[in-house]
C-alpha cells in the first residue's frame, strides 16, 4: 500500500478497493470513518487486476492523533526531523503518540530490517536505513556503418552520476522521507586511442579519419562525424580500336526523296586501300586500381574490356597495337582479325561481252548483270546496278543496290547449306524426341495392345502423328551427300535402316530412338565446328527471286515482292514503306517489316523459328505468321503486330485494327 501526499489540505490514497483506501485514510489521519471527507478518484476492476484511488479533505476543525488531542498536550507527541541528512527521533511523553515515518518517491525505508510501505511508527531506539537511488556516470559511443562499408560515423554521449542526499525537514510528528540530488558527477572523456579501440572491434581498420576523430573527443556531444572512410575502386579503361576505314555496314542507306526516288549514288564507292596505309590502331585503356573499404576487404575494380588485334591476309602488324596493309585492295574486319583482299573491278555490266565473273577477293561492279550470267565471289561482293535473271554467289558481305528480278543471290557460300543441315537436324532431334515421350506413354498404357512391338508403335506414330519426320530425313540425307562426297556417314545410314519407309519395324525397343537423337546431337556439333562468321546481306528490292544469307538480311528500299527470302539471323525491313508483297520469309530470330501484303488480300507469309519474333507495322488480311509449327492467319487489316509463342507455345498476335 502506498499513498501521495495531496496538495494544501488535500491527501490521495490507493489500494486495491474502496475500502481499502477509506481504512488507511482513517488510520493514517486518526479520523472515524463517519467523519471522512474523501471523494473517489478512479475504481478498476478487471479479471486480473483491481485498483481504487480516492482522495480525502482535510477541515481545519478535524484533527487526527498528530495534530489534536483532546485529553492531553501536543508536546507529549514523539518527534522526528531530518537534520544534515541524519534522521533524528524523539520518543514521546506519558500517553503521547510515536513519531512517524512513511518513504517517498525513489526511497527505500528499512525500519528494524524491515522495509515500510505504509506509514511506520519509529522511536530513538527503532534502527532506520534509508536507501536512495544510486546512478553510474555513462559514456556511450554509438557507431553506424554504412550499407556498403564505406563510410562510419560516430557520435559520443556522456551522462553524470547523481549523488543523492536526503532533504531536511522540520521536526514534526510525521514526516516523509524524501531525497535529492546533491551532486553530478561526469565520467572520464573518450580518448582517441579508446574511440580507435572501438573502431577495432567493430572490425574497422581502413581510411581512419584522425583529425576527425580528434574533433569527436573534443567536441559537441551526439554531434555525428566520420571517422573512418573506405577507397573506392577505380575501373580499368576499355581497349579504344580505331578503324581508320569505313566498313560495309556502315551509310548503306541511300538517299529518298519525298517521292519514293532512291538516289544509289548516295551510298558511294568501296572504301580501298594501298600497301602501307594504317588499317587500324588500339589504344590501350589504363590500369585500374582496386579498393578497400573500411574493414580492409579488397573491393576489384571492373576489368576493362581487352582489345586482342589480329593480322589477316593482305595485312600485318607494325607493332602491337598497329595494323598496316601489306598489299592493294578491300580492307575489312573480322571478329578483330583485319584482312585486305584484292578487289576486281568491273566498270561495266557483267553480259556476254564480259562473261561470267568468278574471283577470290572481292568483286566490285558498277553497272548491271545481266539475264543468264553469274558471278561468284571469294569475299565481298558489291554491285550498283541491277541483277536480271542472274546468279549471285559470295562468302562475304553481299551489297546490291539496285533491283533483283527473277535471279538468285547467296551470301555465305558453304555456310549456307551447312546452316540449312544444321535447322533440319535440329527440326529432327525435336520431333524424334517427342515421338519416344510419346512411345513411352502408349507402352505403359497399352494403348494399341499389349501384342504390339515396339517397332510397329514407332511405324505407326511416324505414319500418323509424325509426318515430318521422314521429310526431315530426305533433306538431311541431301546435305549430308553434298557435304560428304563418299556418302559414308553413321548417321545415314541409321536413318535409312531405322527411320525411312518400313525401317522402324526393325527397332526392337522403342527407346532405340532416344540413340538416334544422341546421334544427331553430334553431328550438330560437328557441323556447328564448320561453320564460318555469318555474312549479312543488303539489298533495295527484289521481285520473284530466292535470297540465302549465312546472317542477317537487310532491305534498305522499296522491299519485295513474291520472292523467298531466308536469313539464318534476322530479316530487317529498314526503308519507312518498304513493302513485303507475296512470298515467303523464313528467319531463326526475329523478322521486322514495315508493310505487309496489300488490299487485294495477296498471300504472305513470314515464319521465324519457336524463339523467334515478327512484327509488322502494318499487314493486310491474309498474311500467314507462323513461329515454330504454329500458324496463324489474318483476317482483316491490322497494325502495330506482334507475333510470338506465349509460355503454353500456342502463338499469340498482339495488334490493332487498321
Known amino acids: 500500500m502506498d499513498y501521495l501526499r495531496g496538495i494544501n489540505m488535500e491527501k490521495i490514497f490507493k489500494g486495491k478497493s474502496v475500502e481499502e483506501c477509506i481504512n488507511e485514510a482513517c488510520e493514517v489521519l486518526n479520523i472515524p470513518k463517519d467523519q471522512l471527507d474523501y471523494s473517489l478518484i ?5 479479471f486480473l487486476f483491481k485498483s481504487a484511488s480516492i482522495k480525502v479533505n482535510i477541515n481545519e476543525n478535524d484533527k487526527s492523533k498528530e495534530e489534536q488531542k483532546p485529553d492531553k498536550s501536543d508536546e507529549n507527541n514523539g518527534k522526528v526531523k531530518i537534520t544534515d541528512g541524519r534522521i533524528i527521533v524523539k520518543n514521546p511523553k506519558e ?3 510515536a513519531a512517524a515515518i512513511f518513504s517517498g518517491r525513489n526511497v527505500k525505508v528499512i525500519v528494524d530490517e524491515e522495509e515500510i510501505k505504509t506509514r511506520k511508527e519509529v522511536f530513538e ?9 544510486e546512478d553510474e556516470a555513462q559514456r556511450i559511443m554509438d557507431i553506424n556503418v554504412s550499407k556498403d562499408a564505406m563510410e562510419a560515423y560516430a557520435s559520443i554521449k556522456y551522462k553524470p552520476q547523481n549523488i543523492y542526499k536526503l532533504v531536511d525537514t522540520d521536526e514534526s ?54 571517422v573512418a572512410k573506405g577507397e573506392k575502386p577505380q575501373d580499368e579503361q576499355d581497349d579504344i580500336l580505331d578503324i581508320k576505314f569505313k566498313q560495309d555496314d ?28 594504317i588499317l587500324a590502331v588500339k589504344t590501350p585503356g589504363k590500369e585500374g586500381k582496386n579498393g578497400k573499404d573500411i574493414r580492409s576487404k579488397i573491393i576489384k575494380c571492373r576489368a576493362g574490356k581487352k582489345i586482342n588485334i589480329r593480322n589477316g591476309t593482305g595485312c600485318s602488324l607494325k607493332d602491337s597495337n598497329t595494323i598496316i596493309a601489306d598489299e592493294n585492295g578491300k580492307p575489312c574486319i573480322k571478329n578483330n582479325t583485319f584482312y585486305v583482299y584484292p578487289v576486281h573491278e568491273v566498270k561495266s555490266d557483267v553480259d556476254l561481252k564480259s562473261g561470267n565473273i568468278k574471283f577470290l577477293g572481292d ?54 547449306i551447312i546452316q540449312n543441315l544444321i535447322n533440319n537436324l535440329e527440326a529432327l532431334k525435336q520431333e524424334l524426341s517427342s515421338l519416344s515421350k510419346v512411345a513411352e506413354e502408349i507402352k505403359k498404357l497399352n494403348l494399341l495392345g499389349a501384342d504390339r512391338k515396339d517397332g510397329e508403335i514407332v511405324k505407326v506414330l511416324i505414319e500418323t502423328k509424325f509426318k515430318d519426320i521422314p521429310r526431315l530425313c530426305m533433306k538431311i540425307a541431301a546435305g549430308i551427300t553434298m557435304e560428304k562426297k563418299d556418302q559414308k556417314d553413321e548417321l545415314l545410314e541409321v536413318m535409312k535402316g531405322k527411320l525411312i519407309g518400313l525401317a ?86 526475329e523478322i521486322r517489316c514495315k508493310i505487309v501484303g496489300s488490299l487485294g488480300g495477296v498471300t504472305t507469309k513470314l515464319c521465324t523459328s519457336g524463339k523467334g519474333h515478327i512484327w509488322a507495322d502494318i499487314a493486310y488480311q491474309n498474311t500467314i505468321f507462323v513461329v515454330g509449327s504454329r500458324e496463324y492467319m489474318l ?23 487498321l
Open 504 to 589: 522402324p519395324i526393325n527397332m526392337e525397343h522403342y527407346w532405340e530412338v532416344d540413340d538416334i537423337v544422341k546421334i544427331i546431337k553430334d553431328k550438330i556439333n560437328q557441323f556447328k565446328s564448320f561453320l564460318s562468321i555469318p555474312v549479312n546481306l543488303r539489298i533495295a528490292y527484289c521481285q520473284d527471286s530466292t535470297l540465302e544469307s549465312s546472317g542477317d538480311i537487310y532491305i534498305f528500299g522499296k522491299g519485295e515482292y513474291v520472292s523467298n527470302i531466308k536469313g539464318n539471323g534476322k530479316i530487317i525491313f529498314e526503308g519507312e514503306r518498304s513493302i513485303a508483297r507475296g512470298g515467303v520469309l523464313q528467319s531463326n530470330d
Open 125 to 133: 531506539e527503532s534502527k532506520i536505513q534509508v536507501i536512495m537511488p
Open 95 to 97: 500517553q503521547g503518540h
Open 635 to 657: 483476317d482483316t487489316p491490322s497494325k502495330e503486330i506482334h507475333a510470338y509463342l506465349g509460355k503454353d507455345e500456342d502463338i499469340i498476335v498482339d495488334k490493332f485494327k
Open 42 to 46: 478512479e475504481e478498476k476492476k478487471g
Open 250 to 277: 556502315e551509310n548503306m542507306v541511300p538517299d529518298e526523296d519525298k517521292f519514293g526516288k532512291v538516289d544509289f549514288k548516295s551510298i558511294g564507292s568501296i572504301d580501298s586501300v594501298v600497301k602501307g596505309d
Open 363 to 416: 568483286i566490285m561492279i558498277y553497272g548491271n548483270v545481266m539475264d543468264g550470267m553469274t558471278v561468284d565471289a571469294g569475299n565481298a561482293i558489291t554491285i550498283n546496278g541491277n541483277v536480271e535473271r542472274a546468279k549471285i554467289t559470295s562468302k562475304g558481305e553481299s551489297l546490291i543496290k539496285g533491283s533483283i528480278i527473277s535471279s538468285q543471290v547467296l551470301a555465305g557460300g558453304e555456310n549456307i
Open 173 to 226: 510528528n510525521t514526516i516523509e522521507i524524501k531525497c535529492e540530488s546533491a551532486q553530478s558527477v561526469f565520467p572520464k572523456k573518450f580518448t582517441i586511442d579508446e574511440v580507435k579501440k572501438e573502431l577495432a572491434k567493430q572490425k574497422i581498420t581502413y581510411g581512419i579519419l584522425d583529425e576527425n576523430i580528434k574533433d569527436l573527443v573534443n567536441g559537441e556531444e551526439n554531434k555525428s562525424l566520420l
